[in-house]
């Protein structure tokens, strides 16, 4: 494959939304050949980035991310910012197909200028989130957008890999009665920085000020993940565009305690080295996967394993070693 990697990043760095989008689709390959240039690639870029607030967003479907994406949004154009939103949709373990239709549901967002919305799928990637969407989050910083949410599927599976990859980690909740809380997983509000409960209007809202109360109450009760930020539960509607800017607000005032305190920086050093140690784990598996030598031994193993003749641990510390001593 022939790209003009140094004019490709130029022209990002530049702010070509086009040639963003095609930086993207370039690391989000799994061609082996289009994986040295997107390293290429983002090597050239990684002066520029860095400078952004990143967030991690997510909640069950059909509590509004959508919406409450576009509508933060636009509250963030308004204040200044440049938002860009990596939006990741589940991926069919059946046909491997992904529906990607966020920059329909975020229309209005999609039509701004100083937004870019790249809806990705997530593939077998557990965690709710695209195996590159590290490295997009820094195309779109080195794109100049100040602002990179992150959502995720929303769909129960751990939620640990956003919060490696974002600063900020926002949890939607709908309103709802008083067994709603035991229905939310401890890992995921031990992960959360902020708790938002959305769709607070007519009917709804007496019910979400109630949510607001037991999840602030429940908040209280654990140990916070940053030792400069106390989690907080708030209340919005993101449909009638009320309780955002106290959204808004907490963001700041999020960001500015953790640079104060050192804590940021510290986060991302941390969050780099986790990166390291997460692409070893899956380029080895990737290899490993690959190696037509090892291909009939897999799938010797992988019967033995079913039929209960060896235990996995076994098979994969042959595997392991035969891989190994291919190398040698």
Known sequence: MTVDVDGLAAKVIAGDRRALARAITLVESQRSDHREVAENLIECVLGKTGKSIRL???????VGKST??????????????KVAVLAVDPTSKISGGSILGDKTRMSELA???????????AGETLGGVARRTREAILLCEAGGFDL??????????????VAEMTDMFILLIA??????LQGVKRGVMELADLIVINKADGDLLGQAHRTQADYAHALRLMTPTHANWVPQALSCSALKDDGLD??????????????????????RRDQARNWLN?????SLLDALKS???LHQDMMRLEKKVSAGKTSPVAGAREILARFLRNLS
């Open 111 to 121: 039509r701004r200028r100083e937004a870019f919305i790249r809806p990705s799928p």
């Open 68 to 81: 409450f994406i576009e509508a933060f949004g636009q509250l963030a154009i308004e204040r200044g910012r």
């Open 246 to 267: 106290k959204v808004w607000d907490c963001v700041g005032d999020f960001h500015a305690r953790m640079v104060k305190s050192g804590e940021w920086q510290r986060h």
């Open 291 to 293: 190696d037509p030598r």
């Open 148 to 161: 990179v949410i992150v959502e995720t599927v929303g769909v129960g599976q751990s939620e640990t890999a």
């Open 56 to 62: 991690g967003i997510s909640g069950a479907p059909d």
């Open 175 to 180: 309103p709802a009665g008083g067994d709603d």
């Open 278 to 282: 997460n692409e070893v784990i899956e």
